[in-house]
């Protein structure tokens, strides 16, 4: 292996790499703290076909929700509004971490979702696209990142909406970031292979790069369609850039985007690769992934993953030859960190944040305690089995799996408030979902 500066890498030189690597980041600094060696100008094409490792950033409604800027239920993001600053530092922690793409922060800022279910349409948005472009804009600026703008699934495709009209909404968002000129457009979070192939139709009208993302794992999408499928239709809608993102963890996700990947082939089509999963471990998830765990949203906590593990989901998402690699929901910097340090010797570079973090633990050497210095290794970290410290902590849990999605009316959404009525039904049908478990 080679540093782009030429230093020879041996793998049984690890921590002389590493501090090797950390002079390589002091020499390629620059005065307004530019840490690599590919230009901001090279787009996400060129990156990819030149075979470089792109790193995405993390979950922005899940990290901003629990700094208590982002409502969960509705997960808008009006804060792009409200509190920018909250979500410019927000994307300053990862581009320190190592992200390459600083995606603004539009996931459900269509105005059907803004006005859903009793939410009041405030900020419309038209604002918060326009808010959220500048800041990742701004911040993408100070490094070398790309930025990008994107689309999420909407609650009128749940209520059976037409074609016209779904498109109608994605082309609104579009506007706003062909005005803002970002880097390149990313349909995320489709639970709908329709959706998703309607969203790619609608922003390739811009011309620029296109990257489609399911929240889907192998079961494949809430229709039945396996990834591959899914895939492949997403790639003929015109998607460069294919894969998964949410509901599921790591190596779900980078199983599901094999999937994808073999199915293009066979289907004698390219296209490049894509996964940002949750940092929740999510063995015993069905279908429809962490959102029916009984702990979603607010008790997921020990189910995040280590750092450590991060390492091991950099290393298989890698070797399944996906190139952009980044998180979704959980993902806090530190975890971002962690990819950019096992993807160091690939990518020839360590991130600005690993000058505060001892490669496996190294800078543990420095601790008062020697039996916490005996850490100070990366057999120590690698082979860790950590304990939940709740004696009744289940391992698993069981999934709600109502077995519903579009097209059934218990997903027909509308603007009006959530009904005493309405919560008297979804309690009748919860308690009648268990007992058929
Ligand atoms: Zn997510």
């Not at 948005?125 to 699934?153: I, K, P, S, T, Y």
């Not at 990257?211 to 079961?219: D, E, K, L, N, Y």
């Not at 519903?404 to 603007?415: A, D, F, N, P, S």
Request: proline content about 5%; hydrophobic content about 40%.
């Amino acid at each position: 292996m080679k540093l782009r500066s030429g230093t020879e890498l041996k793998s049984t030189h690890f921590l002389q790499w590493y501090k090797t690597a950390h002079k390589v980041i002091q020499v390629l600094s620059r005065p307004k703290g530019r840490f690599t060696v590919t230009s901001a100008a090279t787009g996400i094409l060129e990156r990819l076909n030149a075979n470089e490792v792109v790193i995405g950033d993390g979950g922005f409604v899940f990290a901003l929700e629990k700094r208590g800027y982002v409502k969960a239920g509705p997960w808008t993001p009006e804060a792009a509004v409200t509190h920018p600053e909250a979500v410019r530092q927000l994307h300053r922690e990862f581009l320190r971490a190592g992200s390459n793409v600083m995606q603004a922060f539009t996931f459900y800022a269509s105005d059907d979702k803004l006005e859903n279910r009793g939410q009041t349409l405030k900020i419309t948005g038209a604002q918060v696209n326009e808010a959220a472009c500048d800041l990742a804009r701004e911040v993408a600026n100070e490094g070398d990142a790309l930025m990008a703008g994107g689309v999420c699934q909407t609650p009128s495709y749940l209520s059976c909406k037409s074609e016209t009209e779904v498109k109608a909404i994605f082309k609104k968002q579009l506007d706003v970031f062909i005005k803002k000129n970002v880097d390149f457009l990313i349909a995320e979070y489709f639970e709908h292979v329709e959706e998703a192939e309607w969203a790619v139709q609608v922003l390739k009208m811009s011309g620029k790069p296109v990257a489609a993302s399911m929240c889907i794992g192998p079961q494949g999408d809430m229709h039945g369609v396996p990834p591959g499928e899914c895939a492949v239709r997403l790639v003929k809608a015109g998607a460069q850039i294919v894969g998964v993102n949410c509901h599921f963890d790591p190596l779900t996700c980078v199983e599901a985007v094999k999937m994808m990947k073999a199915a293009v082939e066979k289907a004698g089509l390219k296209a490049h690769y894509m996964v940002q999963p949750l940092a929740y471990h999510t063995p015993d998830c069905n279908c429809q992934g962490f959102i029916d765990l009984p702990e979603f949203p607010f008790a997921l906590e020990p189910r995040i993953l280590t750092r450590w593990d991060m390492h091991k989901y950099a290393r298989e998402a890698y070797n399944a030859g996906i190139r952009f690699i980044g998180g979704c929901c959980g993902f806090e910097p530190y975890h971002i960190r962690a990819v950019a340090e096992e993807l160091a010797p690939e990518r020839g570079f360590l991130p600005q944040a690993s000058d505060k973090h001892g490669l496996w633990g190294a800078a543990l050497e420095m601790h008062t305690k020697p039996w916490v210095r005996a850490r100070a290794r990366r057999d120590y970290w690698e082979n860790i089995h950590p304990a939940s410290g709740r004696p009744k902590c289940p391992s698993l849990s069981s999934p709600e799996g109502w077995g519903v999605t579009k097209g059934h009316t218990e997903l027909l959404q509308h603007r009006e408030a959530t009904t005493a009525q309405e919560m008297q039904h979804v309690l009748e049908r919860q308690k009648k979902a268990k007992s058929a478990v």
